[in-house]
């Protein structure tokens, strides 16, 4: 039975939380999904549950007169047919099918989510709890307005805010009346900072003028060529002339580790999904969200093939039969590159083939286990492990997760050798790595480097120094989630395991660069904001405390009893690592940059 407080927290939540606007403030996904569905009273029947009439309670016992749910209109049904034609009609293609249905007319209509639920067989309210987690799906009930035909999405990220994205949001109000003008966070193009996306179409170092040159724009948009691979370290594997142990073991002492962040040795991880039975999979992540992170998208529209023999090599090595690619939906020009790319595999592709599943505006999705949800058609919500995805994970079955850039370095080893990649590294790191600098630098990009330069080297040797004379004064040393160190502390190698002890981590390698006058306080809001806004909800000390820990740092003077209560709150007890890693931020500002917070 439900109790009280679980209908009354939502109302408070959503204090915190204004609904329906899509894009700009912390609207959490509970606040736009789930929780405004609870509030609204649409999963108990529009009636508290201990307070049923009973007259309802009388007619359940006779039985039902009427179908259960919502009516399903026969012409809205045909339409869904129609677009649907031969797919399959499996749950695993729900969010493909809601961005078709987008696609076609524009949103969401309740209409036809009804009509999709009644065609894949599914429960109404699992259509729509899918439908209203992902940020880039419109849904608009019967007598909402629809949204108009123009959407214009501001990045809001970091970088974006550091070049201008505020007053570029009101200037494009001012300018589009017409359109939709909502923030949203990074797309992946921090080097190219502000970014907004007009309809699909991205546009960098954004102005009004070049927002509408997009728009007016009509000669449609060109994805330009990338080199298909050749796939020789591929062919050497599966003619026999390579054993799956000697290249696990190139692998190996190659030193390679996992890119998306974590770190963790990618050939003892194959060690682990190949203990377990088959079927297994390789599921590739390319979901690439955290703030200041470009790299991967560097990867698939400059080398595709390399990052798909990568994935071909890995799903061998590991005796995997399916490779599933999830792309984030921000990356329309990778997803055509990558769709051609598949195209060409023929008989190089794994028995069960190389599948492409777009995101639809989620960062939590980059999380494996919220990854692997949401390929299965779900809400991305991080599993609790054990099991971990390497045991449990898509369809059940043992899963080898890897990140793009980690793929991209696997043919590249085997062709060198191991010695190439490990012989490599600055200041005790090991190999090669592309970090992604963004901020105050001259030149912003992806840099190819050694593992372990430092930030200092980053920025004078390979990024030309700091921007129109600025003084460095701090950085991001891995994306949003890795903490903000003082320029005093730029020497520390940018490796794994090396910025621990100073309450940061090198995370996916996204540096971004702050000067004098830039406020770290309102840095790290910035932060928070984003982790408020791409909580999942599942879990309180994340929900809560990332939303309260927002409200408490746009005071002038911040509450640090408060504050490190909550950080300690978060950090243990969220059950993944967004939860974890959001106080990082909170706690270095406090640590390094008392005067920019008050205290
Ligand atoms: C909140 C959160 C977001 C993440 N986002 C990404 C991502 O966008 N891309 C990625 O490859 N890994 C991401 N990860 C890490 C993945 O969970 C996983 O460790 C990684 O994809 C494994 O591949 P690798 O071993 O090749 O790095 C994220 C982790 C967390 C906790
Ligand atoms: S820590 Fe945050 S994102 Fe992760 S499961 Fe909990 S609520 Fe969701
Ligand atoms: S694209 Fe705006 S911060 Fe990354």
Redesign the pocket.
């Known amino acids: 039975m439900l109790t009280r407080p679980i209908v009354k927290w939502p109302n408070r939540v959503l204090k915190l939380f204004p609904i329906g606007d899509q894009g700009s403030g912390p609207h959490a996904r509970y606040g736009h999904g789930v929780l405004r569905a609870v509030y609204r009273g649409e999963r108990v029947g529009g009636k508290d549950a201990w307070n049923v009439p009973e007259e309802t309670v009388k007619q359940r016992r006779r039985g039902r007169t009427q179908p259960r749910g919502r009516q399903v209109e026969p012409e809205a049904l045909a339409e869904v047919r129609t677009l649907l034609g031969p797919a399959p009609r499996e749950r695993e293609f729900l969010i493909e099918y809601l961005h078709r249905l987008q696609e076609r007319f524009g949103h969401l209509a309740a209409r036809h989510l009804a009509a999709l639920a009644e065609e894949m067989r599914l429960a109404m309210a699992e259509v729509w709890e899918v439908a209203t987690f992902y940020a880039h799906l419109d849904t608009v009930k019967e007598g909402e307005e629809p949204p108009p035909a123009l959407t214009l999405r501001v990045c809001d990220s970091l970088s974006c805010e550091l070049a201008g994205a505020p007053a570029l949001l009101d200037s494009l109000r001012s300018a589009f009346p017409e359109a939709r003008v909502v923030t949203a966070p990074c797309m992946g193009r921090c080097d190219c900072a502000p970014v907004v996306e007009a309809g699909h179409r991205h546009v960098d170092r954004a102005t009004p003028e070049r927002v509408r040159a997009a728009i007016l724009d009509k000669t449609g948009h060109r994805v330009p060529a990338a080199p298909a691979g050749g796939y020789a370290q591929l062919r050497a594997c599966l003619d026999g002339s390579r054993t799956r142990e000697e290249v696990a073991r190139e692998i190996e002492e190659a030193g390679l580790r996992g890119m998306g962040g974590a770190g963790f040795p990618s050939a003892r991880k194959w060690g682990f999904v190949r203990a377990g039975p088959k079927p297994r999979y390789l599921a590739v992540n390319a979901d690439e969200g955290e703030p200041g992170t470009f790299k991967d998208r560097h990867f698939l529209e400059t080398a595709p093939g390399a990052v798909l023999e990568g994935a071909l090599i890995a799903a061998w090595a590991v005796e995997a039969d399916m490779i599933t690619i999830y792309l984030r939906d921000e990356y329309p020009d990778a997803r055509e590159i990558l769709a051609a790319e598949i195209a060409r595999l023929g008989s190089l592709a794994p028995a069960g083939g190389v599948h492409l599943r777009r995101g639809a505006g989620a960062y939590?999705c980059g999380e494996e286990s919220a990854m692997i949800e949401s390929i299965e058609g779900k809400r991305g919500?991080?599993r609790h492990r054990p099991p971990y995805v390497a045991q449990l994970g898509l369809h059940g079955r043992p899963t080898l997760v890897h990140n793009v850039e980690t793929l991209y370095w696997m043919p590249a080893i085997l062709e060198r050798g191991a010695a190439w990649f490990a012989e490599t590294g600055r200041h005790g790191g090991q190999g090669w790595r592309a970090y992604s600098v963004s901020g105050r630098v001259r030149e912003p990009g992806v840099k190819i480097v050694p593992a372990g330069v430092t930030a200092r080297e980053l920025i004078e040797e390979f990024s030309g120094g700091m921007a129109d004379g600025r003084a460095f004064k701090a950085y991001l040393p891995g994306g949003a989630s890795g903490g903000i160190l003082p320029a005093s502390l730029a020497d520390i190698p940018l490796d794994f395991g090396k910025l621990e002890p100073h309450g940061c981590f090198t995370g996916s390698g996204a540096v971004v660069v702050l000067a004098e006058g830039d406020d770290i306080g309102a840095a790290a809001l910035n932060l928070m904001r984003f982790f408020a806004y791409e909580?999942?909800?599942?879990?309180t000390p994340?929900?809560v405390g990332t939303e309260k820990a927002a409200l408490l740092m746009a005071e002038p003077a911040w509450d640090r009893d408060v504050l490190e209560d909550l950080a300690a709150v978060m950090a243990d007890a969220?059950?993944?690592g967004?939860?974890q890693a959001a106080p990082n931020p909170l706690r270095c500002a406090m640590k390094y940059f008392p005067e920019d917070v008050g205290l």
Do not use: D, E, H, T
Not at 535 to 539: A, D, L, M, R, T
């Open positions: 939590i919500l991080p909580s999942c909800g599942q879990c994340c929900r969220s059950i993944c967004l939860g």
